[in-house]
């Protein structure tokens, strides 16, 4: 598979995969969310002290809603962060140029930044989903609510993700990039 966008791949995946921002970012995005997890969990038991009787599927329903909420949350907040500084970091670093001058188009650059940074917020939800497998172990939930959660999470991500690359382009730095794709 030799497509043109290859060597923009590369270089993204390269670039966002080194060090450990990659490994302390995914850490930090399941944390959270296994944070809220607790926090809910314990909070929907807490009401069984209050004379209510839960039962199990009660407890599945309301785990998967905030995990979903929570997902979505943190996913709305982090898809533009892969890419608000695409573009805006290549005229910071004076790279831009060389990156005009290679054979690729305006569109296949911006292409391939793009799918770089969804496949690093789809590595960010495949690494939720031994989570919501835990709110399948309470029932009231199925594989078929879990799948439009993450539809629509992962639709939510493109469009965050593709704010954040308009943001990039827009201005020549990141952090006024930023500044702009937040507020």
């Excluded at 080194?18 to 959270?32: D, E, K, M």
């Excluded at 309301?62 to 898809?79: C, E, H, K, R, S």
């Excluded at 939800?125 to 609510?145: C, K, M, Q, T, Y």
Aim: aromatic letters at 8%; proline letters at 3%; hydrophobic letters at 55%.
């Amino acid at each position: 598979m030799n497509t043109p966008l290859m060597p923009i791949l590369f270089k993204e995946f390269r670039t966002q995969l080194r060090g450990n921002r990659a490994a302390l970012l995914l850490t930090f995005y399941v944390g959270l969310l296994l944070i809220a997890l607790g926090l809910l969990y314990r909070s929907v038991v807490g009401q069984v002290d209050f004379g209510a009787p839960l039962v199990s599927a009660q407890i599945g329903q309301a785990l998967f809603t905030g995990l979903a909420l929570a997902t979505q949350g943190l996913t709305i907040y982090l898809a533009p962060a892969t890419t608000v500084n695409a573009i805006s970091g290549e005229h910071e670093r004076r790279t831009f140029d060389m990156l005009l001058k290679t054979p690729l188009s305006a569109s296949q650059v911006l292409l391939g930044k793009l799918l770089a940074a969804l496949a690093f917020v789809l590595l960010l939800l495949v690494a939720a989903l031994p989570l919501f497998s835990i709110v399948v172990l309470f029932g009231g939930v199925e594989i078929w609510d879990i799948s439009r959660v993450l539809v629509t999470v992962l639709l939510s991500a493109i469009m965050g993700s593709l704010l954040g690359l308009f943001c990039s382009v827009v201005t020549r730095q990141t952090y006024a990039a930023t500044l702009i794709c937040y507020a």
